[in-house]
Each structure stands twice: as structure tokens, then as C-alpha cells.
């Protein structure tokens, strides 16, 4: 054998090798723990939505998949801290509408764009809003509570579980739509802002389906419309604002598994594979549903191009409405 041909084969040999090793790195994965970033405290609708998916993805990783909370600045620091992690798939986070597309144009000192530094692995779920008025309000629906709001501008007051949430963000849309002026009150939590409309304090709200929805059904406040595009599966009697008042309105509080932009494509598409998988379980449907969310089919590059909307719709809303954040 000649030299030539000796060379030839020991390349072939370290390709070969070099190849298997990092097929295996690729097929490793997850070979540690992971963690998913929360932006909200424990017990909100963000957590809830991440805790069923890590032990559902615990289960298909054989790996121990664990929830992390980090709350402030309306999620801004978990996101921040997201953006900056590795990109390696080990550290990831259920996002939201506060989180990907209005807290970042709000709080832009964090310096982060998510269209830029997230890449989407799924859509998690999604939950319409209800608009909710006190049984003392006159208005029986969503024409009746506009009217009312045009005779007296600026005298109604809404309340939301904080600025730059989507009920408060919901509120804002519907008076720029319908052209009238409504005053918002932030809350520390949506908690207090029900507990303040049940009381009378304030009149109206939009609040996250799966908070208000008992109270709806015990009549101790009356619903006027859905902000979903179609009426809402656990409440079906409600219909939406769309087509009530407003053609065209649509918003909602939206949930989506985000890793650092740059991560591994295997890696995204393992995933959103097994994302796919987990969110047709039985259970998992059933348990969405108690919560007033129905999971969505989505892939990698249809959740960015969703977001990248989501971020423009936002930003134009706290453009118009000159939305200023915190301090």
C-alpha cells in the first residue's frame, strides 16, 4: 500500500469518527437538565402554562425539565436574562404577549427585541379576555358601554393586573377602536383589580377568562363580549366584541415556548416535535380548557412571523395611546 493511499484512508478514518461524534452531540440532547424561565410570580397564568408543559416535556426528555420564576419589571428581567443565556437549548422560557411583544417597546432600557434575539419553538396556548362591567352599569353589551363611555369621556375607569398587561393593553385597543376615552387604574396582580369590581370601585374590565369566568356564572359581574376572533368554547353564549361593536378587534393572552435566537435548528425542531405531540394529549386539552386556553398547532417559523405582528400591533397601540412605562 502506498503512502498516498495510507493517507487517504486515515482521513477517511477521522472524518468518519468526527462525524459519529457529532451525530451523537446531536442526538444527545437533552443530556442535563433543562430550565424554563417564567417572568411572572407562581400561580398566574404564565406559570401555570409553563409548569404543565415541563412535566409533560420531563416525561418525553427523560430529562428533568424545571421551572424557574423571576418576576419584575412586567417580565422583563426573565426575558432579559433569556436573551443572554446560552443558546443551547438548556435554558428557555414560556413567553407572552407582556413579554415578546409589549413590555420590550415599553421598557426599551433592557435593549431587547424579541423578533431579534428569541427564536419561537411553539405556541403554548391561547385565552380570550372578557370585557366585564359591575351588575350596577347600565350597559347590557359591548354598543351599550361604548355609548355610555362617549357621554361621559374620561369618567369611566378600568382596571387591569398591571401596565403593559394584556387586559390593560385590551382596554386601551378598545378605546382607540371605538373612539373613546377611558380611564386606566394598574393593579398589583388581576386579583385585586376583580376584587375592586366585584366591590364596585371601579365599573369595568377586561380580565383573563380563566379568573373571571366563576364570577361571570355566579352573576356577581355580567359579561359583554369575548376579544377573541371567535367565541370562546367554555362560554359560548358571550359573543365578541368583533361582532357586537368593533369589526376587526381581536386580543388575547397568548402563550409560547422561546429559546435564545441562534440556538441549534435540531435542536428547535426536537422541540417543537415534541411540543407538537404534548399538546394533543387528552389531558393536556382538558386541563387547558379548565384554565379558558385551547392549544394551538404552530411550527418554529410560523410562531416568529406571529410574533413579529404581535410586536407591531403592540407598539402602535402605546404609540397612540402614549403608554409611558413604570418608573
Known sequence: MTLHAIRAITLVGIALIASSVTGSAQTRYPDKPIKIIVGFAAGGGTDVAARIVAQKLTEALGQSVVVENRPGASGMIATDAVAKSPADGYTIMVGSQTT???????YRKFGIDAARDFSGIAM??????????????PAQSMK?????????????????GGLGTTPHMAGELLALTAGIKITHVAYRGEAPAINDLLGGQIPFMFSNMSAIVGNVR????RALAVTSAQRA???PE?????????????AATWFSLMTPAGTPREVVARLSAEMKRILVQPDVKQRFAELGMTSEDSTPEGLDAYIKAEIAKWAKVIKDADIKPAD
Open 144 to 160: 351599550e358601554f361604548i355609548a355610555l363611555a362617549k357621554a361621559k369621556p374620561g369618567t369611566l375607569i378600568f382596571g387591569s
Open 100 to 106: 415578546m411583544a409589549v413590555a420590550p417597546v415599553l
Open 218 to 221: 355566579a352573576g356577581t359581574v
Open 233 to 235: 368554547p367554555t362560554t
Open 124 to 137: 403554548v396556548g391561547v385565552s380570550p379576555l372578557v370585557a366585564v362591567v359591575h351588575p350596577s352599569v
Open 238 to 250: 358571550i359573543p365578541t366584541v368583533a361582532e357586537a361593536a368593533l369589526p376587526g378587534f381581536e
